[in-house]
Each structure stands twice: as structure tokens, then as C-alpha cells.
T-cell receptor, first 114, second 115 residues
């Protein structure tokens, strides 16, 4: 079975542009997480979906960030407008049953905003 | 208050020696504890977990961890380190509070195994 799939793997964009990151969770998993990783702040949980419904978005930094999960096999994280401080590696992870279970991470999207 | 702490940013160990990566937690109730490893330019990879039962948990690649409730610790160990174990290690804790399930990751410990 394929693992968590993320696209693109690398994204370079200019400040002010819209950025959309994509994630396909492992088939059969019903929980999906978006994380951001930087040297300064470490690994941050941005948002958590369970059965396609956002359960906890307290980690979303500001209104410029939004996430959707239209179905069980696809999720997006959008940044509009992007800023240089958004530069980070964004990970998607999935599991079954929520936060109490081991998560399977995708390879990440390295975002650079110039 | 921080829910999980990894007190060492960096751990160096000689190849063949035992290694320990430390993790402590501070949550009420019964925590679920996890260890993940991250190799360069990769996502985190699950190593092992403690939910309940035997305090010594065995995981992938010869790693193990011991849950110590009195010391609120969950240190990761391996009897004989390999150069290929060099990576970033994260401890994570999940716990129920107010009916909601919380999840926190530690700040990570970079393990370097010296040949």
C-alpha cells in the first residue's frame, strides 16, 4: 500500500501569491493532520481532521491559512497570501482513530516564499 | 506548561555503545507515548508506542523504551548504536483532557553515532 502522498515536494513562490499543498492519506485512515516544521519553532500541529471534519484548528497561525478535506482521500492546505515567514516544511500525516494512535507521515512539502 | 520535554538537543554516542534519548512528560491521567524518527529530508517515521501494559516497549530497528510512571519518563534506548541510527528523534504524548484528545510533540533530539 502506498504511504501518505504529498504534492508538490518543493514549492518556491513569491510573497503575496497563493499556495496550495495537497495530501492523499493512506487508504482506510480516518484521521488526517497537517504539521509545519521549522528550525525555530520545531514541529507544530496546524489542524486535525477526523472523518473529513476539522476537529481542532487551534494551531492554524492566522486567517491566511485554510485547510479542507472534501473526501476521505484528499486534503489541501492553502496559504493566501503567502509571506516569507511561511517558509517551512509542511507535513501531512494520517492514522485511524485520532490522536491516540501512531501517525504515518508523508515526505513533506518544502515551501520557500521569497 | 509543556506536556512533553526532550531535555537534550543533541546526543553523541560511539558506534557499538548503548544509546539513550530522554523524554519526560507532564500530563494528568493516562498518557499514550510515542517515539518517532526523522531522517534527513524525510517525514517522521513511527518507532514505538506505549498505551498500557508492560512498561518496556520494543519497536523497530532494535529500539526500545521504558515507561516510568513515577519519574514520568519514556526514554528511548538501544543496546548497540549504529551509524545509520543518526537522525532526529521525537517523543510525543497524547492524553485526554476535558473530553478532547490532545497531542504534543517534543522539540526533538539529534542523535549522532560516531564511527
Amino acid at each position: 500500500d502506498a504511504g501518505v502522498i504529498q504534492s508538490p515536494r518543493h514549492e518556491v513562490t513569491e510573497m503575496g501569491q497563493e499556495v496550495t499543498l495537497r495530501c492523499k492519506p493512506i487508504s482506510g485512515h480516518n484521521s488526517l493532520f497537517w504539521y509545519r516544521q521549522t528550525m525555530m519553532r520545531g514541529l507544530e500541529l496546524l489542524i486535525y481532521f477526523n472523518n473529513n471534519v476539522p476537529i481542532d484548528d487551534s494551531g492554524m497561525p492566522e486567517d491566511r491559512f485554510s485547510a479542507k478535506m472534501p473526501n476521505a482521500s484528499f486534503s489541501t492546505l492553502k496559504i493566501q497570501p503567502s509571506e516569507p515567514r511561511d517558509s517551512a516544511v509542511y507535513f501531512c500525516a494520517s492514522t485511524w482513530g485520532g490522536k491516540g494512535y501512531e501517525q504515518y507521515f508523508g515526505p513533506g512539502t518544502r515551501l520557500t516564499v521569497t | 506548561a509543556q506536556s512533553v520535554a526532550q531535555p537534550e538537543d543533541q546526543v553523541n554516542v560511539a558506534e557499538g555503545n548503548p544509546l539513550t534519548v530522554k523524554c519526560t512528560y507532564s500530563v494528568s491521567g493516562n498518557p499514550y507515548l510515542f517515539w518517532y524518527v526523522q531522517y534527513p529530508n524525510r517525514g517522521l517515521q513511527f518507532l514505538l508506542k506505549y498505551i498500557t501494559g508492560d512498561n518496556l516497549v520494543k519497536g523497530s530497528y532494535g529500539f526500545e523504551a521504558e515507561f516510568n510512571k513515577s519519574q514520568t519518563s519514556f526514554h528511548l534506548k538501544k543496546p548497540s548504536a549504529l551509524v545509520s541510527d543518526s537522525a532526529l528523534y521525537f517523543c510525543a504524548v497524547s492524553y485526554l483532557q476535558g473530553g478532547a484528545n490532545n497531542l504534543f510533540f517534543g522539540t526533538g533530539t539529534r542523535l549522532t553515532v560516531i564511527p
